[in-house]
T-cell receptor, first 117, second 116 residues
Framework: ETGVTQTPRHLVMGMTNKKSLKCEQH?????MYWYKQSAKKPLELMFV???????ENNSVPSRFSPECPNSSHLFLHLHTLQPEDSALYLC????????????????FGPGTRLTVL | AQKITQTQPGMFVQEKEAVTLDCTYD???????LFWYKQPSSGEMIFLIY??????QNATEGRYSLNFQKARKSANLVISASQLGDSAMYFC?????????????FGRGTSLIVHP
């Protein structure tokens, strides 16, 4: 596997279900991100992890729970979601090298298309 | 606050012609990076090109070039010799300091359709 992978690619769940999204990066990067992309809305940053530590939580509801066990893996645990949470969830990673943060390019996975019934 | 503006919701271009996608940005910091991504209907965001605020020359990557006009705060993407496979959403993004972090900011995107 190369780049950033995400599983599953498609997920349909009921509002009472619990599911998890998985992201894995094979680029040797140190930062990982979760984004939500809804129709007709800009890309929304949800969480940022740098060196396994959460550094940003963009006022995300607690029904979304991230987990970053190491720099290569990122999970998004989902429970009691609402239909408005239906969206494309994108994972990204970046090198996060020293202070050169303006040049820190993000590389994205293919996304998980989530439908909440 | 950081802001990216893409004013063209949709663009159409004939195959083999060049097309320019507009992007303007707003930041008060002199150090920042500008990025363009392509998102086909499959969903994956594909990194295309990067321009640093201190770079003297416009960035180029194959058929992609970035027309960087710092004084006007614009970073337009130019695609030369358009191909049918270029049909996709295109997003402009910026990384600039904000409260001690470099949170990426994305524009709303431009939908490009290439006609045969």
């Amino acid at each position: 596997e190369t780049g950033v992978t995400q599983t599953p690619r498609h997920l349909v769940m009921g509002m009472t279900n619990k599911k998890s999204l998985k992201c894995e990066q094979h680029l040797g990067h140190n930062a990982m991100y979760w984004y939500k992309q809804s129709a007709k809305k800009p890309l929304e940053l949800m969480f940022v992890y740098n060196f396994k530590e959460q550094t940003e939580n963009n006022s995300v509801p607690s029904r979304f729970s991230p987990e970053c066990p190491n720099s290569s893996h990122l999970f998004l645990h989902l429970h009691t979601l609402q239909p408005e949470d239906s969206a494309l969830y994108l994972c990204a990673s970046s090198l996060r090298k020293g202070s050169e943060l303006g040049t820190d390019t993000q590389y994205f996975g293919p996304g998980t298309r989530l439908t909440v019934l | 606050a950081q802001k990216i503006t893409q004013t063209q919701p949709g663009m159409f271009v004939q195959e083999k012609e060049a097309v320019t996608l507009d992007c303007t940005y707003d930041t008060s910091d002199p150090s920042y990076g500008l990025f363009w991504y392509k998102q086909p209907s499959s969903g994956e965001m594909i990194f295309l090109i990067y321009q640093g605020s201190y770079d003297q020359q416009n960035a180029t990557e194959g058929r992609y070039s970035l027309n960087f006009q710092k004084a006007r705060k614009s970073a337009n993407l130019v695609i030369s010799a358009s191909q049918l496979g270029d049909s996709a959403m295109y997003f402009c993004a910026m990384r600039a300091p904000s409260g001690g972090s470099y949170i990426p900011t994305f524009g709303r995107g431009t939908s490009l359709i290439v006609h045969p």
